[in-house]
T-cell receptor
């Protein structure tokens, strides 16, 4: 069984540009989560999809972040325009119902 | 006060030692408790998963939850150099049967097992 796949693995962009991160969950997992770890801090929740619906987006930092999950399969997280403080590692996780979440290897985002 | 506190270490032990890792938390709504292992430049990998209080054992790993003290532990017996990684505790509430299980993480403890 393929795990959670994220790409790109690393992205370097300049402040003000746009970046789109993609996550492919484990097949059959209705729950998809986005998390972020900034330097020196713990991993923090951003939002949660159940199929294509946003269940909880209380962790999204501001309206420069837009997450979508069209068709309830893969998800994208767009940052537009990117700011310096958006640098960090963005993780995606998926789960089936109330089972534990499985994580991807993350996208390392560097804003210059 | 952070919801989850975890000593970041670093923790260095000789091969074969028993390792004890722990987290404390303040939110009494937490019901699911997990330990993840994270190698450098990789994502968190689920190690142990428990619901509510009690112990759970899986090979060399034992997870303990004491809800009365709001304290969880992970024990590693006969530690190996391959156990060298960052260990993250994570927990989530029970939301009455819904499907929101967002995780709250500790900062992680960096463990090195020396051959």
């Amino acid at each position: 069984e393929a795990g959670v796949t994220q790409f790109p693995s690393h992205s370097v962009i300049e402040k003000g540009q746009t970046v789109t991160l993609r996550c492919d969950p484990i097949s059959g997992h209705d729950n998809l989560y986005w998390y972020r770890r900034v330097m020196g801090k713990e991993i923090k929740f951003l939002l949660h999809f159940v199929k294509e619906s946003k269940q909880d987006e209380s962790g999204m930092p501001n309206n420069r972040f837009l997450a979508e999950r069209t068709g309830g399969t893969y998800s994208t997280l767009k940052v537009q325009p990117a700011e310096l403080e958006d640098s960090g590692v963005y993780f995606c996780a998926s789960s089936h119902r109330n089972q534990p979440q499985h994580f991807g290897d993350g996208t390392r985002l560097s804003i210059l | 006060q952070k919801e989850v506190e975890q000593d970041p270490g670093p923790l260095s032990v000789p091969e074969g030692a028993i390792v004890s890792l722990n987290c404390t938390y303040s939110n009494s709504a937490f019901q699911y408790f997990m330990w993840y292992r994270q190698y450098s430049r990789k994502g968190p990998e689920l190690l142990m998963y428990t619901y509510s209080s009690g112990n759970k054992e899986d090979g060399r790993f034992t997870a303990q939850v004491d809800k009365s003290s709001k304290y969880i532990s992970l024990f590693i017996r006969d530690s190996q150099p391959s156990d060298s990684a960052t260990y993250l505790c994570a927990m989530s509430p029970w939301d009455g049967g819904g499907s929101n299980y967002k995780l709250t993480f500790g900062k992680g403890t960096l463990l090195t097992v020396n051959p």
